[in-house]
């Protein structure tokens, strides 16, 4: 569909209608009798309370009785009608306006900050509370550098809690969807015998129990949303005199999720397999029948999915009693709801407390507030740590080898069996506290103003292991076998005991953040208003990460492709393995930015040590003009300096590597709007942007290429200049009484316009269609030979690509969304159906934009009817979502190349000089989908006291 048409006849019918005589007359207001009115919405989107229609600012909000009306019940449902919003719920990062977080480090946040009733979080979760709990969420669209500042170079997003109420109140509500999927929530509210003291207690707890993903490993469970979760809060509301007052809200959530939640399972996976020429030293007649043999088998893991035809793998152990053929085949292939896995997910959120208070006090013409609150919580994910094709099902196998090539020194024989089941845990234990302090004109005169100051402190671990299931010692916790290898005094490898962990990172931070601000807004004349706001910050970070790292069960552990002598292997001190700073000199050591110290080797546990300390300022701000012809118009230019803070890629799925530090993002965005009430039946806002954005951080995983054991290094990338540009819409028609029509779309073209030399991880020599490579193609035997820039794989050296043109990753050129719903008055109470459809364009997950990072675009259509009493006392809400049933992407897809070193008598070929030897085999590129849920229905009863 030709969506750019489409805007523009939007636009011309636009402003053919603005060339009309507009009304002086009072802007809409709610309707008591109505449920689907035209409403005015207040906010707080610049600290102090105004109608959405006022505020100089591209908005989108949400309040509990909207998001009740049309079916906004996540924050999947939110990004539907916010133009330019994206979010992932399996990893919980937001994107707006494609600036966004694209990793969960922490040592490095994301670009969309969240302020739940004032208080900075990292997370997006708050806002997908139920409309029990929260009265409304204001969506600010484009950098907030002046009154929100930490993190907000994409926008902000702010999170209104329902309050303490003046008279006696009391709700309970109860859901039931299928896939055994229950809700039950609770409030009561009102006045205590204190006076002057009103109170809010609520409580709800969210239960399913069968999952949307099926497990194809027999007495294995299901995945996806399968959750048990509670949440419950308490509020005091203090009126102490006219002069003061306050607030503050003591919350608690705890989850004992299985796979559901952030982290858990919700994606799929699909392997697009590469024609032999891409496999040297194998006869390309040879590769399409060892494919057809093994489609869906992946190599570069271990030994666990080898092709069936290494005869020496025998007793194979596959969970369930499955075959070998069956373990290890990926179920997502040509099911996007099934996979194989023999572990399950778990997701923890345990000892979460979350404070947030509220203080002002009412000076004649201004008031003076203080805003506090914190966060400690204990995230734990664990789940299989699996190949690529969700393919962890094989169990255990006995060696050596003993057909063909002896692949496997004797000395294995005494390990007898492997295990190869890996597990992984992930952990964030954090607590921040925050501080705010503003003083902010309250007056009616033309001249307004707030000046504040801010302090902001967080400290966090965030551990990550891969653990050995079942394998335990000598391999993970010493004394190892004679023929392991470390690199400490004697050949000794130390011992750690009892944690059978294979990858074991322990970053530690702790984070501070200062900044001053002010803004004032003066209405020059009767129609227009000029604003001007300036914000200075400071931030600092710094801690320590803790590193160990074998290799185990991966022919790559052999140190060579020819060479499978070494069986289990201590890389932490490995310069191949990516860990810098190990000596004076060395790259990644003092001197490299960000790095503070050497790294060190703790002989007695083997974990290499490193700390890092840096500081970032930066001065941002905002200048707009406003112009206000009447009543019911107003339209406004905007120019507003973003900043975010650098950081570090440390923890998560790194090593110690030798370019830890990303340098800070800017932003200089530039917006004019319109917003505009024709009557009370319809109301439009539309918004125009251009955005310099510079120093984008995107990480990126060099790719592994010698078939060894160097370990892929995962760094940032500062993309050094991109634009995002576009236009956005939000209407609100009611054509005739209890008839309304919502419809928003948004244009987003965010693009790369400087950025070279960067090497796609899939495609290291940038020989896949589509490429933009710089440099011709160079045979690996054109280079020295202690070139590290040869890729075994294709034979070819590195080379990096052209990034020029290429889109931001998260972000569709194009979305739609429309409701239409209708009231109808009945004996009794009103009934009203609601339709509502959206459509997402494709999107890339990486900055290459190539057909593997891409999703695809799709669309979905969702169902709601609620029956409202006529007292008002109770509803009945009946639901279907995704009535199609179809496949919606939440991002663009992540991809990973299959590559690995297989024995050669693996795949059929015998050495001609009956040595032992080994292939390096490229088997295809498999692409990796977050997708929306299924098709779900159910009904939902609400009673208010």
């Keep these: 569909m030709q969506w750019k048409h489409a805007l523009m006849a939007s636009s011309a019918m636009l402003a053919a209608a603005l060339g009309t005589t507009a009304h002086a007359q009072t802007k809409p207001g709610s309707t008591a009798a109505a449920s689907n009115t035209i409403e005015e919405l207040v906010v707080t989107a610049e600290k102090?309370?105004?109608?959405?229609?006022?505020?100089?600012?591209?908005?989108?909000?949400?309040?509990?009785?909207?998001?009740?009306?049309?079916?906004?019940?996540?924050?999947t449902d939110m990004t539907n009608f916010t133009p330019g919003l994206e979010y992932n719920a399996q990893n919980d990062r937001n994107t707006l306006r494609g600036v966004g977080r694209n990793t969960n480090v922490h040592a490095a946040e994301g670009s969309v900050a969240q302020y739940s009733d004032g208080i900075y979080t990292s997370s997006t979760v708050e806002a997908g509370k139920t409309p029990l709990f929260v009265d409304r969420v204001e969506v600010l669209r484009g950098p907030q550098g002046t009154l929100y500042g930490r993190n907000s170079i994409g926008g902000a997003i702010n999170i209104i809690s329902k309050r303490p109420t003046e008279d006696f109140y009391a709700e309970v509500r109860a859901q039931i969807q299928n896939y055994d999927h229950t809700i039950l929530e609770g409030a009561v509210s009102g006045p205590t015998s204190i006076p002057g003291v009103q109170f809010r207690l609520a409580a709800g707890w969210?239960?399913?129990?069968?999952?949307?993903?099926?497990?194809?490993?027999?007495?294995?469970?299901?995945?996806?949303?399968?959750?048990?979760?509670?949440?419950?809060?308490?509020?005091?509301?203090?009126?102490?005199?006219?002069?003061?007052?306050?607030?503050?809200?003591?919350?608690g959530i705890d989850w004992h999720n299985d796979s559901g939640g952030p982290g858990s399972k919700n994606t799929i996976t699909r392997t697009t397999f590469p024609d032999g020429t891409l496999t040297p030293g194998m006869p390309a007649s040879s590769f399409p029948t060892?494919?057809?043999?093994?489609?869906?088998?992946?190599?570069?893991?271990?030994?666990?999915?080898?092709?069936?035809?290494?005869?020496?793998?025998?007793?194979?152990?596959?969970?369930?009693?499955?075959?070998?053929?069956?373990?290890?085949?990926?179920?997502?292939?040509?099911?996007?709801?099934?996979?194989?896995?023999?572990?399950?997910?778990?997701?923890?959120?345990?000892?979460?407390?979350?404070?947030a208070s509220e203080w002002v006090y009412h000076f004649d013409n201004m008031d003076l507030k203080?805003?506090?609150?914190?966060?400690?919580?204990?995230?734990?994910?664990?789940?299989?740590?699996?190949?690529?094709?969700?393919?962890?099902?094989?169990?255990?196998?006995?060696?050596?080898?003993?057909?063909?090539?002896?692949?496997i020194p004797g000395a294995l024989g005494a390990l007898g069996t492997v295990n190869p089941r890996y597990a992984f845990s992930y952990e964030e234990k954090e607590n921040w506290f925050s501080?705010?302090?503003?003083?902010?004109?309250?007056g009616n005169g033309p001249f307004q103003w707030?000046?504040?100051?801010?302090?902001?402190?967080?400290?966090?671990?965030?551990?990550?292991?891969?653990?050995?299931?079942?394998?335990?010692?000598?391999?993970?916790?010493?004394?190892?076998?004679?023929?392991?290898?470390?690199?400490?005094?004697?050949?000794?490898?130390?011992?750690?005991?009892?944690?059978?962990?294979?990858?074991?990172?322990?970053?530690?931070?702790?984070?501070?953040?200062?900044?001053?601000?002010?803004?004032?807004?003066?209405?020059?004349?009767?129609?227009?208003?000029?604003?001007?706001?300036?914000?200075?910050?400071?931030?600092?970070?710094?801690?320590?990460?803790?590193?160990?790292?074998?290799?185990?069960?991966?022919?790559?552990?052999?140190?060579?492709?020819?060479?499978?002598?070494?069986?289990?292997?201590?890389?932490?001190?490995?310069?191949?393995?990516?860990?810098?700073?190990?000596?004076?000199?060395?790259?990644?050591?003092?001197?490299?930015?960000?790095?503070?110290?050497l790294t060190t080797i703790d002989p007695a546990t083997g974990f290499a040590t490193r700390h890092y300390n840096d500081s970032w300022s930066a001065t941002t701000g905002t200048a707009g003009l406003q112009w206000d012809p009447d009543p019911d118009t107003m339209a406004y230019f905007r120019y507003s300096r973003g900043y975010k803070a650098g950081g570090f890629r440390i923890g998560i799925d790194t090593t110690i590597g030798d370019s830890p530090t990303t340098n800070p993002e800017h932003m200089d965005a530039f917006e004019i709007g319109l917003k505009k009430n024709f009557g009370r039946t319809l109301q439009t806002n539309i918004a125009v942007f251009y955005d310099n954005y510079e120093n984008d951080q995107v990480p990126i995983t060099i790719a592994a290429t010698n078939g060894g054991i160097a370990q892929a290094n995962a760094i940032f990338f500062n993309v050094p200049k991109a634009i995002t540009a576009g236009v956005e819409l939000e209407a609100t028609w009611q054509p005739i009484d209890r008839l309304q029509i919502l419809f928003n779309y948004s244009y987003n073209d965010a693009h790369i316009t400087s950025g070279s030399g960067v090497v796609d991880p899939v495609d290291p020599t940038a020989v896949?269609?589509?490429?933009?490579?710089?440099?011709?193609?160079?045979?690996?035997?054109?280079?020295?030979?202690?070139s590290t820039l040869c890729d075994v794989f294709t034979?070819?050296?590195?080379?990096?690509?052209?990034?020029?043109?290429?889109?931001?990753?998260?972000?569709?050129?194009?979305?739609?969304?429309?409701?239409?719903?209708?009231?109808?008055?009945?004996?009794?109470?009103?009934?009203?159906?609601?339709?509502?459809?959206?459509?997402?364009?494709?999107?890339?997950?990486?900055?290459?934009?190539?057909?593997?990072?891409?999703?695809?675009?799709?669309?979905?259509?969702?169902?709601?009817?609620?029956?409202?009493?006529?007292?008002?006392?109770?509803?009945?809400?009946?639901?279907v979502r995704n009535l199609g049933d179809t496949i919606g992407y939440e991002g663009g897809a992540g991809a990973i190349r299959n590559a690995g070193v297989v024995p050669a008598h693996a795949l059929g070929i015998v050495s001609p000089t009956g040595a032992a030897t080994s292939i390096p085999v490229l088997q295809g590129i498999t692409s990796q989908y977050t997708i929306t849920p299924p098709r779900t229905f159910g009904v939902e009863l609400q009673y208010r006291f």
């Design 206 to 251: 969210e239960r399913q129990t069968q999952g949307w993903l099926k497990n194809t490993v027999p007495g294995q469970p299901d995945a996806g949303n399968i959750i048990d979760q509670k949440i419950w809060e308490g509020q005091l509301k203090f009126h102490f005199n006219d002069k003061f007052e306050g607030w503050m809200k003591l919350s």
């Design 450 to 597: 707030i000046v504040g100051a801010y302090y902001y402190k967080e400290n966090y671990t965030q551990p990550v292991s891969t653990t050995l299931l079942e394998q335990g010692a000598p391999v993970t916790n010493g004394p190892f076998l004679t023929d392991a290898v470390c690199s400490f005094t004697g050949g000794v490898c130390p011992a750690l005991a009892g944690n059978n962990r294979i990858y074991d990172d322990r970053p530690e931070l702790e984070i501070t953040s200062k900044a001053v601000f002010a803004q004032i807004d003066w209405a020059f004349s009767d129609h227009w208003k000029t604003t001007l706001g300036i914000r200075y910050t400071e931030d600092h970070k710094q801690g320590q990460e803790s590193l160990r790292l074998l290799c185990f069960d991966v022919p790559a552990c052999a140190g060579s492709p020819e060479n499978f002598t070494n069986f289990i292997i201590d890389l932490t001190q490995l310069p191949s393995a990516g860990i810098g700073g190990l000596a004076p000199g060395l790259p990644g050591g003092p001197g490299t930015p960000g790095v503070s110290s």
């Design 290 to 355: 060892f494919l057809a043999a093994n489609a869906g088998l992946t190599l570069n893991p271990g030994y666990a999915c080898m092709p069936t035809s290494a005869t020496g793998l025998t007793n194979i152990v596959t969970a369930g009693g499955m075959s070998l053929a069956q373990a290890c085949t990926n179920a997502s292939q040509n099911d996007p709801r099934r996979f194989t896995s023999d572990i399950p997910f778990q997701v923890k959120l345990t000892g979460t407390t979350i404070f």
């Design 48 to 75: 102090r309370a105004q109608s959405l229609q006022d505020v100089p600012v591209a908005v989108s909000a949400f309040t509990s009785e909207r998001r009740d009306l049309i079916g906004i019940t996540t924050i």
């Design 768 to 786: 896949q269609p589509g490429a933009k490579p710089v440099g011709a193609l160079t045979p690996c035997a054109a280079l020295p030979a202690d």
């Design 435 to 442: 501080n705010e302090l503003n003083l902010a004109s309250t």
């Design 795 to 879: 034979g070819n050296a590195q080379r990096g690509q052209d990034l020029k043109g290429g889109n931001l990753p998260n972000v569709p050129k194009n979305k739609v969304a429309v409701n239409v719903n209708y009231t109808w008055d009945l004996a009794g109470g009103s009934l009203t159906p609601s339709v509502s459809y959206v459509w997402r364009d494709k999107q890339y997950g990486s900055i290459f934009n190539r057909p593997y990072y891409q999703s695809p675009s799709y669309d979905q259509w969702d169902l709601r009817l609620t029956w409202k009493s006529q007292d008002k006392k109770y509803s009945i809400i009946g639901f």
């Design 370 to 407: 203080y805003v506090a609150g914190g966060t400690h919580y204990h995230y734990h994910l664990t789940g299989p740590a699996t190949d690529p094709l969700d393919t962890a099902a094989v169990t255990s196998f006995q060696l050596p080898f003993v057909d063909g090539d002896t692949v």
